[in-house]
């Protein structure tokens, strides 16, 4: 592995260890196990970075097209867990006897290292896609991922779906996602939702897009 490939790893990993020190000495001072379930979303919020990698890589060594687009769409369905970290600042309203401070930085922690784990993985995709059909095509790309994402949170947060379940239940998930888009309108907490987490995340990935520059690898070696 290159160095900053080493030094991108070694600096998530570092973040992530740091939120479940936090977790576990908060679960010890207080003995209240709340903030136990971050430690799952931020697991998943590795997965896309993993599927992301391993689709620049293959990219790279010129793997067939049937197992980059297997890759590209499983990432799709578990991008949403990354920006989904985002949401349990929501445990912030919750006084559970730690200091509000230790919680703010906590959550914080945990949602910037989801984030940041999830734009890096959309960066090395949006890297691929502009390889293989320009520029346009892979902003394009970010935007429908991001927007798409931004609906995935909705349905975590407030639907209870998971990312498996496209797996486990795709009957019940299709049948509930069509329910919805039948009359759309009907629905403005879900509109909301989404179109402000797409404006949020937006935003943010053009901050990082443009703070990244060379610091994650953009080129494809032929």
């Given at each position: ?27 010890a001072?207080?003995g ?45 369905v ?47 995709m ?97």
């Amino acid at each position: 592995m290159s160095k900053r490939r080493v030094l991108t790893l070694a600096s998530l990993a570092g973040l992530s260890g740091l939120v479940v020190a936090m977790v576990v000495v908060r679960v010890a001072y207080t003995g209240n196990s709340q903030y136990v379930s971050m430690l799952w979303n931020l697991f998943l919020a590795w997965i896309p970075f993993a599927l992301a990698v391993r689709v620049y890589d293959g990219y790279r060594r010129r793997a067939g097209g049937l197992w980059l687009w297997a890759g590209g769409l499983l990432w799709l369905v578990f991008f949403p867990n990354a920006p989904y970290i985002v949401t349990d600042l929501k445990y912030l309203r919750d006084w559970t006897g730690a200091l509000t401070w230790y919680d703010a930085v906590l959550t914080s922690a945990a949602a910037g290292c989801g984030l940041l784990l999830g734009f890096i993985s959309l960066y090395l995709m949006q890297s691929v896609v502009r390889r293989a059909l320009g520029m346009v095509n892979a902003w394009l790309f970010a935007l429908a991922a991001l927007a798409l994402s931004s609906f995935g949170v909705y349905l975590g947060r407030f639907q209870r779906w998971n990312s498996w379940d496209v797996f486990t239940r795709p009957g019940v998930l299709a049948g509930d996602l069509w329910s919805g888009l039948v009359d759309p309108l009907d629905h403005p907490r879900t509109i909301a939702v989404t179109v402000f987490f797409t404006f949020f995340l937006g935003a943010t990935y053009l901050v990082f897009y443009s703070l990244a520059g060379k610091s994650v690898p953009e080129r494809v070696e032929r």
